[in-house]
């Protein structure tokens, strides 16, 4: 049983470049959440996707973008790349919406490097 | 606002010792409460949870943690560390308002000695 796949492993971009991070859920999992983890952070919530449409966003520009396709899963973009974008960035995968709560499992993330 | 609280950066134990790491959460309901694990360069991986019930949660590797409400804490716990228990680790908050969302603290670092 797959658990939640991310692609790429690490990236390195210079300021003003664009990027795509992609990410495959758990099988079964219907619902994406994406999380940016600053070095010595907690992770911090950028969005969640369910039914293809973004749900809920956290506290993050609209230089940040997703999409969720019909096979569940997720691209995170970043447009406009600032020197503080520089994180790893994890996506999350969980079941349902409005039901009991479903715990989020997660990636191994994609290393994302500003230069 | 909903916030976690993990008032300890580093912590450093002996192996064979025992292990409690603290958390502290404010949330004006019933809260859905996670510890999670991570390794260098990997992901975050579920260690227990706790949603509702008995306040006592076990969960993987051997660790367990303690809901006290009255505390607004959700201590993890580990009789024995071993050294490969060396990581970080992060208490998180589920927010369940329709959409489900974690709100983390800044997480504490173990170290293990020999």
């Known amino acids: 049983d797959a658990g939640v796949t991310q692609s790429p492993t690490h990236l390195i971009k210079t300021r003003g470049q664009q990027v795509t991070l992609r990410c495959s859920p758990k099988?079964?999992?219907?619902?994406v959440s994406w999380y940016q983890q600053a070095l010595g952070q907690g992770p911090q919530f950028i969005f969640q996707?369910?039914?293809?449409?973004?749900?809920q966003r956290g506290n993050f520009p609209d230089r940040f973008s997703g999409h969720q396709f019909p096979n569940y899963s997720s691209e995170l973009n970043v447009n406009a790349l600032l020197l503080g974008d520089s994180a790893l960035y994890l996506c999350?995968?969980?079941?349902?919406?409005?039901?009991?709560?479903?715990?989020?499992?997660f990636g191994d993330g994609t290393r994302l490097s500003i230069l | 606002a909903q916030s976690v609280t993990q008032p300890d950066i580093h912590i450093t134990v002996s192996e064979g010792a025992s292990l409690e790491l603290r958390c502290n959460y404010s949330y004006g309901a019933t809260p859905y409460l996670f510890w999670y694990v991570q390794s260098p360069g990997q992901g975050l991986q579920l260690l227990l949870k706790?949603?509702?019930?008995?306040?006592l949660v076990q969960g993987i590797k051997g660790f367990e943690a303690e809901f006290k409400r009255s505390q607004s804490s959700f201590n993890l716990r580990k009789p024995s560390v071993h050294w490969s228990d060396a990581a970080e680790y992060f208490c998180a908050v589920g927010l369940n308002t329709g959409f489900q969302k974690l709100v983390f603290g800044t997480g504490t670092r173990l170290l293990v000695s020999p």
């Open positions: 999350a995968s969980s079941l349902g919406q409005g039901r009991d709560y479903q715990p989020q499992h």
């Open positions: 099988s079964g999992h219907d619902t």
């Open positions: 996707y369910y039914e293809e449409e973004e749900r």
């Open positions: 706790y949603f509702s019930g008995d306040t």
